[in-house]
């Protein structure tokens, strides 16, 4: 009885499962990536460690690399705070952990684990999978970016090894396995607590650490034992001369600084208290005499490398100048090395792309030392870091090597010892600060004809546009020739995409093989190329559909104005390099489309020289990556730059003039030469500046002859507060509808202004008293300003609520989102503006009525993002990015001010939902499913051929782009559409009629004869 009751209890359990089961929303495997693509990134590589350190013996070395290549990894740490690991042979990501908002200051591999060191936080990880076996707080307090060391301490003759830890207040001893505090040590940096520096480097008998604090101008030595922790040594060195210990390099026994003169000054660690500039005697011995740029410690017993503009000095430097150092001259940009008992050194001539060999030698003859010459395209720039590792060959009869590269674009690069590049990742994507869509040239003949001409006209516009593009295949079948890989391994990237030969030398931009002949735009214009300018002054084009990299370009740097700059000019060209505007910003203009062939479109990007400070502008083809023209430096500072808003048509170049408004209010086109369009008047622009608070508006007009146009400030507005973050209308942007129908058939019109301007700003909020004693609450003012005639349309005051804020401004709706601090929770706010006397005064009201309405979030926003479509009829949805990696689309209707407590028939009627205080968090709005993107720098939607699909490209540490479609895709069939059923039934239909006519017919007879 009791198996029959247990039986019937299991069918139970068995038939209430199967009631609960019900149909869900959910992405099949098969569609992965069949409209959207992720590339992974950990950004610039600033810290380096392989799997295998130094100090590991030889049979070690033997034991762990025999085995096979498959345990083979590099951990690095980069300036996006990213600690990873990436396999040696494959290049792929095997791990990777996005730390806190604070630098990185080292990353080491003791007794099989790696240690992280940042924001005072020493960290023990596993080198497998990445996960944390232990966190040691160094600093005991955490309010500030502390700068802190790490080193590993292995004694040759015990097992026993120590990690040192130190910051610029405690150093710390911790045993690697079982991260028990064997002792620490408190140090005196100074006053200067939160701004002090530290640096340290292992010794013999154990540690020496040197702290420095710039506000007093002094140095602190501190050389401890390994085993007891006691300060063998303490003395206070006066460096007032010292800016910052980054012009410093440590070895064994001396401290070798740089003055702001560029002279040397060494300083014993042993024995010395002062710095001692390095006699006339010996200067000659180095062969060269300074300015010195900067100073770096390579390995060995005090071996420093000296660098200036015009070369390198590889000297051994005793702080005791006991005996004179012995110089080794290197040509620019060369780096010396050394791992274990080789001895690499890389040379380089020019701006790279060519002329890059490496020299690896040895005094053992387990090493054979050879010469080889490494193949780098020119847009990847000098090489910046060198990282060599050893190995034991199988059988332990030869040593080997591998190098690993990064280059000025911050690209990864692994060489074998045969100069065989194995793999290279492009990390210059990670560092994206700007992005412009551009449609595809089409394929379509009869968009190759101005209509209204001639036939012979017509005719001979045909035949050149066919020349133009069979001079466009042969270009591409050269760069693909030119670009070919050596072998199958070579050059493979992230995904397996093939990098580039050498480039042509015409470009200095290169082909990567993903097809520029494919690069035709498609029925619905869904497949668009995405142009890009990275931080480190690179400009690349990816392929919306696949992700990969049409081209590759380095923004060349500017010509001389004058050949009368002479030596100086031309030596600090050699270290100048292009860099983004203040704020980050490196903005590109498409003055010419591609609708306008056979004219070849025409970008412009706005940088900076870091030598000099000035703005430059760089022409090219944003289809083919071919520079148009030379890089021109301007001679002064530019307060705007702006598109004019139509193309000019008197000179048939039908470019877009960009206008630069100077410091001086000196308006200039750019290019030159090109004419502004017919019954152009004037044009009205803003300048925000950050540093004074101050937001300031000018009217452009031509002057009475028609040829010169001057500038006239007409607003000024200052805030008095940091502003924190603006946001204006899309110029291209689409409305619609200019009226909202209500529930009683009245129009509610939209104030559509397009020169709105959003901007936020924080102050300390003096309203809301704080919870203690010591907190201060901050408050969040929203202000909509009129940027022509700087009058504050509307605004509003969040108190106790502080940032990150993120704006999104369109049609006549603003969407932001902030934390509350005294809720402890992140705010949606929306506001809408409405015209208040009908349409006449939609565009024209002097004050529009202004609904407000805020939501809860329940996660922390990144970046906000609004969806745009062709012709503005499809509904809006507002992207977010959140903190958790995922982005989310939230329809417009959730964001609404006038969402009722109450529903009436009206709201109903109206399409109105009720008001919650609370925004749906749903796992089907979230469009990128399980590819979690983190630190998300931006994001742009681009519209497509169809009113229902816009395209989404997110940028930041990660790549992500997806098709949105807020209303779903109503004007196309779907892909699984059954075509053949609605034919046939289309078919039988057909027949039917035509079989019920004939019958008809035939009834109808019969009824007349009878």
Known sequence: MGIKKNKFSFCMLIFLLF???????????????????TRQFVGRVQHLEFDLPAGTTTKQRSQQLQGGSSSRRLFVATDHNVLAAIGLKSSRIIWRHFLEDAPVNGIKL????????????????STSRGILNYEISVQEQLEAKFAGTLTCHEDPDDDRSLVFASTARRLVAVAPLTGALE???????????????????????GLTVVTFDPTAGKMRLHQFGAESGVAKRTATVKAEWLTSLQRCAISVSTLACLDPAGSVRLLSLSSGSDFKPLPPSLVEQLGHAGPWQSVEEIGGQDLFQLTTNSGAVVAMLDASLATGPTGESLPAGSLL????????LLRQQGDGGGGVTLEASSSSSLVASNKISLSFASHHGRVSQLYPVTFVRKGGSSYGYRVVMTTRDADLHAFDDTGERQWMREESLAGIVSVEAVDLPSADEDELVTPGGSVFSSFAQRLSGQVHHFIHVLQHLMLCWRARPASQADSLGEFGYPDEAPAPPASAASSSGSGAGSLIRDEFNLHKLLVVATKDGKLAALDSATGRSVWRLMIPMPAAAAAAEGTAADSARTEARIEPLAGGQMPLYIQRTTAHFPLEPMATVLCRDSS????????????????????????SRLLQALLVPQPSHDNGQYIRPLMLLSDTLQVTLYPAKTALPHGFKSLNLYTVDRDNRLLQGYRLRLTEQQQQMSAISTWRLALHEPILVTAARRPTEQVHSVGRVLGNRHVLYKYLNPNLLAVATLAKDMVTPAPQIGDAYTQITIWLIDTVSGRVVASATHHHSSGPVSLVHSEHWLVYSLWNQKQRRFQLSVWELFAGNGLRDCMNATQPIVGKQSYILPAPVQHLAVSQTERGITAKSVLLALRSGGIMELSKAFLDPRRPFDMTPEFQEEGLMPYHPEVPMSTQAIVNYNQSLHRVEGMVTVPTGLESTSLLFVHGTDLFCTRVQPSKMFDVLKADFDYAFIAAVTIGMIIGSFVTQRLAARKALFRLWS
Not at 20 to 37: F, N, P, R, T
Not at 113 to 120: C, E, Q, R, T
Not at 337 to 344: A, I
């Open 110 to 125: 003791c007794d099989g684990a790696l240690f992280s060191m940042s924001n005072g936080l020493l960290r023990s990880w």
């Open 612 to 635: 000099t400070g000035r703005p430059v502008l760089f022409s090219f083809n944003p289809i083919t990556g071919i520079g148009i023209g030379l890089a021109q430096r301007l001679q």
């Open 337 to 344: 090395r050394y791992r274990g008992q080789v001895r690499f």
């Open 19 to 37: 009631l609960q089961m019900h149909s869900v929303l959910a992405l099949y495997e098969d569609e992965i990536g069949k409209h959207d693509w």
């Open 183 to 205: 002792w620490a040590a408190n140090l005196d940096a100074g006053s200067g607590e939160n701004h002090s520096e530290v640096t340290s480097f292992p010794n013999p008998d």
